[in-house]
């Protein structure tokens, strides 16, 4: 489509005159009187607001938009963004000056904003009529239809017979008939004003009429600041201060679009510029009621949530580090060619991975000078209905020393991602019988040291009497680490000893660096694993062997990747290029898998591990009270909302283990295995419909079915299974269509090669749908994390709470039936949305500050999911369009 | 005959080639799995043992046999979704029963107030009235006012939800740029993914206050809890609304461009009138996720009031939704009345499938039209 409005979008951009350019300016007027309208409306600046005040506002309005404006200005200038429309130009030209004009009056005029925003009114109307007189006389060359059409009469009809019925009731009363008389004049007369006469005509008189009426009642008082209208009928009335935006709003609106028809040139253009500046408004409105929403929460929330918060810097930068590779392979990602600027989409591309290494900078600065980062400030907090000043601060301490599970995670992360990006460096390189031997030899330790696990985790540290844990084990362990610390210097031997340039000795190494990597971690982890049940940790001296190993190794490996990245700058051959990218790649997963292993070793056996005053410690440097604390009843300090935090984890958890399987094996059924008719479509039918039942009902079905089969008692269990009900039509839904998106020719090829029906299912339908179902489980999964109407039925949740649900240690094991318990589960829970619903059911004795910041963590937590549900839609799409 | 059913239910369990040796293990997975679903409706604290039993039977098969035990659990997961639709279904009905059967129409009482029946739209005549239109302990219980509210409640979301849902529609199928509609699409999924206790928690705090000022009521209202159910119903009308759209044939609109139309004219003479019954249907899901929201509504009007708006149409007036009666009430009913919640569950499942049910209808039409189908 788009071929054919070059033509169009030339013309556009033509030269534009004297009328163009009122009309663009009356365009930018009406955006802004609306914005300053809907501003008024949410109080931001008062309607009675004068001289001085109203004066600061338009200044500070009139710097955002010049600054706006001058960034696009320059930007277009430079050809980095080029803006070539005529239209688009004008109305920013406009938006500047009406912005001027505005703080002008605001000084010069002894008038309050309402009266102020009635005079724009009365300027637009006075615009737009001037415009339609001079096209109708032909001054300016226009095309204008026979008549505004029957679509605009209709409707300037029904705006009639609100506004006759608004003014005719004001003026004779509601009580007496002629009201209704005069509603229908207003409305017959606007009717033939805008069908009868040319378009021109047609399309600006009536607005003109509206506008004019309206921006009159508005500037000469008539509806004021203290006006009130309280009907008898109603319970409520109409103020001055919600009358006057909303009569701006729809006056400039009108106007708005009448301008723009005019600014087109009537005809068909005109109709369309009109209306897609209506739609492209409305859109942006759209767009600004979401913004507004997350921002408004997260400012009423964000003071309270973050009280106390610190962090240690060296936690700081564990967790920077998959961000860091993030934005890396951000800024690696080329910028393509579109018909942006290239140099400025690299630019583009760059700034994250340049912020996140100014924050790493700056934590790396903490950590080395010792001095804490810290941001005070004071907050209110509503104590037993009065308020109360609280002061607290967010801060980075200089601690070194980072907490086992702020390592594991980000560190397994890691390794997980760069394992993925790792390709095979199978046959590369020379493999001697020696290393062949070695190869073989790895697998078969791991092996021994699993199965001694196993013995120990059936028979105990002394199984049969013998004190095999204490002796054998204590051995094991450590051979198995040194092991892997031979295996992990295995690398640099290779690169030390051979013979050539760096890298062909590092290429040569190759099968050293596989060995090295992957066998030292498995050994490490199985020796890690036998401390356990061998209750044995060995040490040298004071020196914790496992790992002071798992450091070494994350050492050796950082320093083996170092070297093949060294070799790769040097080298000029592509495939030796090829070939050290992937070693590099591989020695950094070693660093992140001995790092996950450290930390592994610290959270198992729960002893704290220093090397050169660095530590890895099981308490953490990070604290955030709010979501790691549970509320203190009494307290000086506020305390969190951990009981619902983990709460709604698992609450999620448990949702997603019973639906995702059952979503997706219907799914697999209904779309592989069933023949597509009247019974499919009818299963799909009612999957729809259960999935826009209203989510009380099935909170009602929870308690009328499940928590009888629970226990008879509100539970977490519950909760689980009624989420789990309503996840599981949207997993089918969107399963259903992943699965039905893939081609029938990856089907219809694997038939060929005579793969049987299961193993096709298996190996080519799923693993081509998997993104459309992980996307769909993942937005589901962020919708009833927020859904709160269920669970109070059915989860029992009490304000306040002050123990979490303790799922993991909640099991127990016994040899009757049934065999497995859990009271745990069994048990009333917190969620994170009964939290904020017992903060409102409690009414004026509930504090408004830990409801706004529960509002904001959850609304974090739902925001995440979305988040990385939509991130990921976008990925798999340009990845299955070669983009 | 009973040869013949033995050879369906056999193939639709393991498709049409499956080998001999599986029969035993899809059978004995089905049947302990069976037994599973009866114990756990039956004798609750047994199933888990069970439970496991068919776990472990249906390992063993999946190793000796897993063709036909993952078609086996595919069907398994298609019966459970399906079995779920009906236990949703009788559950509520049977929950519901004994206050059908005790109250009846008494269920829809109709207030009388100062010495006459209050007009309901001619309908005093035919159900029957009463002084108490909502107290437990005469066992006096009509949804009438909850009902009214739902109503007026779900109008004010539509037209708040209905105009703007149809513009954003029209933006993301037809106006925006490509580049454009990558931030406005994510941009209105996000909307519908604030939780709607946020939403009601913001009512709470804010706008209630807000309207206390504006516009003189003495509290909540209809006019702020539908504004407020209306933005939330918004994403569903345009994400369903430019589905719609989207599916008008393409051909049809470059044939309209063809001829010299601009994109405006296209889109008012062509892409709306065809897709006018999907849109239509857009519309009519969004009103029953108005009709189904319960959080937002339950913050923002809070308990019960035992009183039919006056005048029917004061939007400035307040009372619990079908949904927030269920909401606000349940912690604290007694047993008659928890039946009459029930009764409220039912009306609000009946009525939101239907729409449903309707919509999905209207929307195969019109794409069958489209494909010139039908």
Known sequence: MSEGYAREASLVNEGSNGYDRMLDGTIALCVLTSATALLALVEVVPLDATGGALGGFFRTVFAAIAGGVGVVALASWANVVPVTSRRIRGVAVGLVASSVLLTAAAYALPVNLATLLGLALLTEAGVVVGAGVASRTGVVDTEPDRSAGLLAGVTFAAIGLALGSALAGSLVGFGSPVWIVGAVVVAVALFVATVLPQEDVGSTLPVALIVGTLGLVVATAAIGVGWQWNPDALSGGFTGGAVIPVFVLFGTLLSAWSAAKCRAGFGAPGREYGAFLVINLNALLMVAVMVTIVLFVASRGIAYGFHGFTIGALSALVLLAPVFAVVTEFARTPAGSSDWHTGARELFRAVPLAATGAVAALLTTVLVTGRELSYGYIYVVQVDRSEQPLETAVSVTPEPAVGALVLVVPALVLFAALFRRYGSLRNVGEWSGRIRSLQQTVPVAVAVLAVLTGVLVLGGPSPLGVPLGGTVGAVAVGAGAFGAAALAALPLAALATRNGSLAERAVDGAPLFTIGVFGGLGLLAAALFLQAPAQVAPSLGPVNVVPAVGMLAAVLSLAAAGAAAVARRRTGETIQQRLLGEETVLGLAGVAGFLALVGLHVSLTGTSFTVLGVSVTTEGTLSWPMTMQAYIPLGAEPGGIMPAVVGTVWLVIGATLFAVPLGVGAAVFLTEYAEQGGFTSTVEIATNALWSTPSIVFGLFGAAFIIPRTGGDESLLAGMLVLGFMLLPLVLITSREAIKAVPDEYRDASAALGVSRWETIRSVVLPAAMPGVITGVILGVGRIAGETAPLILVLGSTLNATESANVLQGFSFQASPPFVTNPELLQASASLPTQVWGVIAAGVSGSPQMGWATAFVLLMVVLSFYAAGITARTYFRRKLNYE | ?374
């Open chain 2, 1 to 374: 005959m009973i040869q013949q059913i033995w050879v369906d239910a056999r193939d639709s369990l393991l498709g049409s080639d499956a080998e001999d040796g599986s029969v035993l293990a899809v059978s004995a997975s089905a049947l302990a799995l069976l037994a599973t679903v009866v114990t756990f409706l039956f004798i609750p604290a047994l199933s888990l043992p069970v439970l496991v039993a068919f776990i472990a039977v249906t390992a063993v098969g999946w190793v000796t046999h897993q063709p036909e035990i993952a078609r086996l659990l595919t069907l398994i997961a298609t019966v459970l979704t399906l079995l779920t639709v009906g236990f949703i279904t009788y559950f509520l009905f049977a929950s519901a029963l004994p206050a059908f059967l005790e109250h009846g129409l008494g269920l829809l009482l109709i207030p009388v107030e100062e010495g006459g029946t209050r007009w309901f739209f001619w309908l005093g005549e035919v159900l029957p009235t009463g002084d108490s239109i909502w107290n437990p302990r005469g066992g006096a219980y009509s949804l009438i006012p909850s009902i009214w509210a739902t109503v007026i409640v779900t109008l004010v979301a539509g037209a708040v939800a209905g105009p703007l849902g149809l513009f954003g529609a029209l933006f993301i199928a037809e106006v925006a740029s490509d580049g454009l509609r990558e931030v406005i699409k994510p941009a209105v999924e996000i909307l519908a993914g604030i939780p709607s206790i946020v939403y009601g928690f913001i009512g709470f705090q804010v706008l209630n206050g807000f309207i206390q000022e504006s516009f003189l009521d003495d509290g909540a209202s209809f006019l702020i809890a539908g504004i407020v159910v209306g933005v939330m119903a918004l994403p569903t009308v345009v994400s369903v609304g430019e589905d719609a759209l989207s599916s008008v044939p393409d051909s049809m609109g470059d044939g309209s461009i063809a001829m010299g139309a601009t994109e405006w004219q296209t889109m008012k003479s062509i892409s709306i009138p065809a897709a006018f019954s999907g849109i239509s249907a857009a519309v009519i899901l969004g009103l029953g996720r108005a009709i189904g929201e319960t959080m937002a509504v339950a913050a923002i009007m809070g308990a019960l009031s035992s009183r039919l708006a006056f005048p029917l149409f004061d939007f400035f007036d307040a009372n619990t939704t079908l949904t927030s009666l269920v909401a606000v009430n349940y912690g604290s009913a007694s047993e008659s009345t928890l039946d009459v919640l029930f009764v409220a569950g039912v009306m609000l499942f009946v009525i939101v499938a239907t729409m449903s049910i309707i919509s999905q209808y209207i929307e195969r039409r019109m794409k069958e039209k489209l494909r010139g189908q039908a």
